[in-house]
């Protein structure tokens, strides 16, 4: 990961992205080549694995375990919902800044923005809407006791550039990965509930809602344009960054700007609109990964034949 | 009761006290703010000022209605740590800490997550503002502490607005004053009260609320908060959560960006008080 570009490399980007082309062959609104798979580690509910080529390579897992429900004291809300918990790691061997505590504030920046994203309780909370399509009603076993909760943990494995935009696309294809062992909840009488937890591996809940994951899409303003999916070189160069999340049906799930520079209003407009896009026609090329993988997947199972995974850092 | 400690007569009662009437939860409706006499793109009347932390280079305390939030700014000042290595651009170091009393949920003292984040936003929203290519070696640091929080987003916006105040109070130069205003996505109509599933809430389009405050926000399907310096017309920071339609996006952009023209001129007008008073001191 690098920290310093000298002038003439910043120049040679920035009239580069002004005519359209840039230092790896793309167009602005490119993305590099993106490789996706899911149930990658078996102590997992699910587990994917992405690897952006040039670099960026992310393992994100879901667990789910049972806890007790979380009741909001003002509002009295969350008796009836399952949790979400997100978290952000970088490795330190992906980068020697990474080492300690270098990594703290990255982490807690993406893990903020994960959680602002996916359950939508930290920076600005709100009760009303389930949190980025998942129905958190369902992860609920005994209402006002327990529920599932979905433990989404990121792990940062290498560094290539557009972070965020890569551990969105995890997260969504492990959550389609994600499955729930079935629970039968038993009456007492007098308010008294009792639940069993079902072992069978064949039959399973998946996370309902999970179609309607949001994604990200990272923009990031370089000069007077802006690009997608940049790598580290150009991430130095960039001015202000705009993360723009959008689920499948184009409703906006969160906006965040970042880093230091200013965005004129009519450009942040167009931005979103732009990320809108972009981010609705990437949302259906990963369903159709997913789904291409989970159909083979099946089929192996069905004749036998042993699932051989790519697994870690393959190219 | 307790008889060790309450010296009464055996036959005593607790006695009854009358709670205020106004505990009712308040129902969004069309055009039907918390506080009635709000109508749906109106802020809460800002009080600003500046230059009352006597220690500080620069200060700021902002009031909308319940929000309270004082600012203080020190520096410039030289970078101690020698690793880091030379810069020839400042830093701007901003903490957020909310007092342990500030929400309705008690605080702790150590700075949480949360707070280390906003402390993030607040200086991505300002950086964009300030010269730092002229204080090269040198840092900055803005504390912002909140005394009383109506609302999250609103906090947030208020925190910008105030921090700003207090760097120019301060006289470090800047491009232009960050103003900064936030607005909530509220669902309106009967489809809220029957459930909270969000498949009901989908059928009418939400209402946009400026500045919202607490009790809106429990009602809210998401919220943006928008830093603006309106001089150069230029956004410096924008967050939303929630989910929304593009439109409405827009349309909220277009009413914050409006909104902050007026917190420009409350800025401008209390920056102005604090020079004609030194003056006359």
Known sequence: ?315 | MDRKRVAGPELSVAPLVEYPVDRKCWIPQKDHRHDASRQPEDMRPIYLKTGLINQANGSAYIELEKTKIACGVYGPRSVKRVGQGFSGHGVLNCEIKFATFSCAKRRTNVRDPQEKNLSLIISQALTPAVRLDLLPKSAIDVYITVLESDGISSCLSAAITAASAALAHAGIEMLDLVAACSASYIPTGPSITATESAGSIASSPPQIFMDADLEEEKHEQGSIVLAYMPSRNEVTHVLQSGKAEGAIISQSVEHCVEACNKIYAVMHHALLESITENKSV
């Open chain 1, 1 to 315: 990961m690098p920290s310093l570009i000298s002038p003439a490399e910043r120049d040679f980007i920035l009239k580069g992205i002004e005519c359209n082309i840039r230092a790896d062959g793309r167009q602005r609104p490119d993305f590099r080549e993106v490789i996706l798979e899911t149930g990658v580690v078996s102590q997992t509910s699910g587990s994917a694995r992405v690897r952006i080529a040039g670099g960026t390579d992310i393992l994100v897992s879901v667990k789910a375990e049972i806890g007790p429900v979380q009741v909001d004291p003002e509002t009295g809300d969350g008796a009836d919902k399952g949790q979400i918990i997100c978290s952000v790691e970088c490795a330190p061997s992906a980068s020697q800044q990474f080492e300690g505590r270098g990594a703290d504030d990255l982490n807690n920046e993406l893990t903020q923005m994960m959680t602002r994203i996916l359950s939508n309780t930290s920076a600005t909370s709100s009760s009303a809407s389930s949190a980025a399509g998942i129905n958190l009603s369902k992860l609920c076993i005994i209402p006002g006791q327990q529920c599932w909760i979905l433990y989404v943990d990121a792990l940062v494995l290498d560094y290539g550039g557009n972070l965020m935009d890569a551990i969105f696309m995890g997260t969504r294809a492990a959550i389609f990965d994600t499955r729930i062992p079935k629970t039968e909840v038993q009456d007492l009488g007098d308010g008294q509930f009792e639940f069993e937890v079902l072992d069978d591996a064949e039959d399973t809940d998946i996370v309902d809602g999970r179609e309607d994951m949001p994604i990200c899409i990272t923009l990031n303003k370089i000069g007077a344009r802006h690009i997608v999916d940049a790598s580290p070189l150009e991430e130095l160069c960039t001015e202000a960054k705009l993360v723009v999340a959008v689920n499948r049906s184009g409703e906006l799930c969160g906006l965040q700007k970042g880093q230091d520079g200013g965005i004129e209003p009519s450009l942040l407009l167009e931005m979103i609109q732009f990320g809108k896009t972009i981010g609705q026609s990437l949302i259906k090329q990963l369903d159709a990964m997913i789904k291409a993988e989970a159909d083979s997947d099946l089929g192996k199972r069905q004749r036998g034949e042993p699932i051989h995974k790519l697994g870690f850092f393959a190219q």
